[in-house]
T-cell receptor, first 116, second 110 residues
Framework: GAVVSQHPSRVICKSGTSVKIECRSL??????MFWYRQFPKQSLMLMAT?????????EQGVEKDKFLINHASLTLSTLTVTSAHPEDSSFYIC????????????FGPGTRLLVL | GQNIDQPTEMTATEGAIVQINCTYQ??????LFWYQQHAGEAPTFLSY????GLEEKGRFSSFLSRSKGYSYLLLKELQMKDSASYLC???????????FGTGTKLQVIP
């Protein structure tokens, strides 16, 4: 099946710093990428939908100036958590869907962020 | 908005069959997914239904009734490694976004 990678897999940072997370589709072109956040023992919460070459669409309650999303190419989307705070500590997971088959949405392995 | 409901927890015996239900309310429905998620890992794809009926894939089957807003995931011949959370997710709307339910934590016991 299709492969989606994320980097880094784990990051620890100080409060107030910014963290960039990369999401890559390795063997297909992803016209749409989704960013999710998952807190412990909770389900995935969609943060934003990113279409290549256009601005991301954010879900209600997600600050677009805090969570910057760039989908500059068909294989790469980035999420930057700006001025991170401890409450931003979470498991961030990206998902990608290709332009051809519409059936499946593939997930990256996730990035665990810990803000001290 | 969307509303996706599934039981929080279930327990089943190794070798048995378990059915995990999911009900949803949404507009612009365009498919329902089931994912498996082990603790600390990303979800892995199990099944996709867009038409009514049963889709069988090995030990796993998924059923959809669009008119009832209802789906279930059926796991047969349960194995200990099937202990995980099972997430029901609905795709809908113009952006085709996928929204997840809260997940059902399944514990398989000997």
């Amino acid at each position: 099946g299709a492969v989606v990678s994320q980097h880094p897999s784990r990051v620890i940072c100080k409060s107030g710093t910014s963290v960039k997370i990369e999401c890559r589709s390795l063997d297909f072109q992803a016209t749409t990428m989704f960013w999710y956040r998952q807190f412990p023992k909770q389900s995935l919460m969609l943060m934003a939908t990113s279409n290549e070459g256009s601005k991301a669409t954010y879900e209600q309650g997600v600050e677009k100036d805090k969570f910057l999303i760039n989908h500059a190419s068909l294989t790469l989307s980035t999420l930057t958590v700006t001025s991170a705070h401890p409450e931003d500590s979470s498991f961030y997971i990206c998902s990608a869907r290709g332009s051809g088959g519409q059936e499946t949405q593939y997930f990256g392995p996730g990035t665990r962020l810990l803000v001290l | 908005g969307q509303n996706i409901d599934q039981p929080t927890e279930m327990t089943a015996t190794e070798g048995a069959i378990v059915q995990i239900n999911c009900t949803y309310q949404t507009s612009g429905f365009n498919g329902l997914f089931w994912y498996q998620q082990h603790a600390g890992e990303a979800p892995t794809f199990l099944s996709y239904n867009v038409l009514d009926g049963l889709e069988e894939k090995g030990r796993f089957s998924s059923f959809l009734s669009r008119s009832k807003g209802y789906s279930y995931l059926l796991l047969k011949e349960l194995q200990m490694k099937d202990s995980a959370s099972y997430l029901c997710a609905v795709r809908s709307g113009g952006y085709q976004k996928v929204t997840f339910g809260t997940g059902t934590k399944l514990q398989v016991i000997p």
